[in-house]
C-alpha cells in the first residue's frame, strides 16, 4: 500500500448553489468525529438528525446529541412513515408492492452479475500483459458498467411509475411531514446522517423529498448515510458467512455528492489486500473514484468562488486504484489548498 497526494475532484457544477458543502464520514460508533466537522463549518446552532436507518432504534441518539453538544433535533423519518403508512393504506400497500418489484430485479441482477463477474475475473488472470488479452478485460469491465446501468435504469422506472400513480407529494398527510421537516431544517445550521439500513433509510429520505431540503445546508453524513447521498448506493462484502461475495449496485442515491462511490467499514468488509479485487471495485465503478472511509476518516466538500467545490480527504482514506493498488491518501494533503 502507498500513500501520496491523491486528490478527490468532484465533477464540475453548473452553478454554485449546486455545489455541496459538508463531509462524508467514517463511522462513529467506534471514532466520534463528527463534532469537530461542525465546528470546522461553524455549524454552531441547532442540527437537524436523521437516524432512520436505526429503524425501531431512531430515537435512541443520546450518544450522537452528546457528540455534538446536545443540540441535535431529531426528525423521526422512520416512526412519521410508519405513522403515514397507519394512516393511508393506499399508500403502503404500494410502497410494499414496489419493494417487492425491487426485490425481484435484484435477484435477477445478481444472477447475471455473478456470471459477468466470474468471466471478468478469468480474463484478468488470463490475459497477462499482451494487449489482445487487455482489451478483452476492458470489455469485460465495459459489460459490467453496462448492465449496473440497466439495472439503475430499471430501478429509477420502478421509483417513476411510484410516484406517478400515487403522487406522494399531492397526499395531505405527506405534504404535512414534508412542510414540517423544512421547517425544522430551515431552522438548524446543518443536517447530520446516520447509518444503518441503507434501503430504508434511502427510501424514507425519498418519500418526505428531503433530499431536496438538504442542498441549502452544510451536510454531514456516515456509513450508510454516506452511501445514500451520493449518485449510487453499493452494497458490499467480500467475505460474508455464505461466501464470496458480489458488491451490488441496489439503488440511484440522493446524488447531492458526485462523482465518488463510498465504502464505509472497508477494513472489514473489503479483501484490501487482494490487487484483484480492488480493480473489480475501482474499475467497474469508474469513472466515478471509489473510497474507503474507515473511523476518524472522511471526505470535506467546500465551496469556493473561484474553483468551485474543492475536496479534500483525512485520516485513514483510502483511495481504490484502477490499477488494484489502495492508495493511502496523505491525510496532510488538502485539495483546497491548491
Known sequence: MSKRAVSITPPP?????????????GPQRL???????????????????????????????????????????????????????????????AHRTKQDLIRKLQTFHRIRLDYAVQGTREL????????????EVESAFDHLRQLDNHHVRQLDEIQRQYEEELKPGLRPEVQRHREELRELIDGCDAVAIAGGHVALLLNRLRLFDVGEMLRSKPLFAWSAGAMAVCERVVVFHDHPPQGRGNAEVIASGLGIFKGIVVF???????????????????????????????????????????????????????LLGLDGEVVEIDPTYDAGAE
Open 13 to 25: 457544477s453548473d452553478s454554485r448553489a449546486e455545489r455541496p458543502e459538508g463531509a462524508l464520514l
Open 31 to 93: 471514532g466520534i468525529t463528527i463534532g469537530r466537522e461542525l465546528a470546522a463549518f461553524g455549524a454552531t446552532g441547532d442540527v437537524a438528525a436523521i437516524t432512520a436507518g436505526w429503524q425501531e432504534r431512531e430515537a435512541e441518539d443520546e450518544e450522537l446529541n452528546e457528540a455534538i453538544g446536545s443540540r441535535s433535533i431529531n426528525l423521526m423519518l422512520h416512526r412519521r412513515c410508519e405513522e403515514l403508512f397507519e394512516a393511508d393504506n393506499e399508500l403502503f400497500r
Open 124 to 135: 484478468l488472470a488470463a490475459s497477462a500483459e499482451d494487449t489482445l488479452g487487455a482489451m
Open 264 to 318: 464505509p467499514h472497508a477494513k472489514r468488509r473489503l479483501a484490501l489486500d487482494s490487487p484483484e479485487r480492488v480493480m473489480l471495485l475501482s474499475r467497474r465503478f469508474g469513472p466515478a473514484q471509489s473510497v474507503t472511509l474507515d473511523e476518524y476518516s472522511g471526505i470535506r466538500y467546500r465551496k469556493t468562488k473561484k474553483n468551485g467545490a474543492l475536496a479534500s480527504a483525512f485520516g485513514p482514506a483510502k
